[in-house]
């Protein structure tokens, strides 16, 4: 992991398309802003994990449902 150090104002770049720029720091707590394309998906990582497990949750479902047709058409 890379780790660096910024003061508000400043910025870190990622590849040519983002840019994470240190908006303000209160305590324990900093804000960024993020600019980068609109194909790119930004998430904090809490709501990044409740993706992932609606979409196992999701992906589940649509097997189990495919199984109960497939028992339902054999005899």
Request: proline content about 3%; cysteine-free; aromatic content about 2%.
């Amino acid at each position: 992991m890379l780790v660096l150090t910024r003061k508000v104002g400043e910025s870190i770049r990622i590849g040519e398309d983002i840019e994470l720029k240190i908006v303000d720091i209160d305590g324990e707590q900093i804000k960024l802003g993020i600019n980068a394309p609109k194909h790119i998906e930004v998430h904090r990582q809490e709501v990044y994990e409740a993706i992932q497990t609606e979409n196992e949750q999701a992906a589940s479902l649509k097997e189990n449902l495919i199984n109960i047709f497939k028992n339902m058409n054999t005899p």
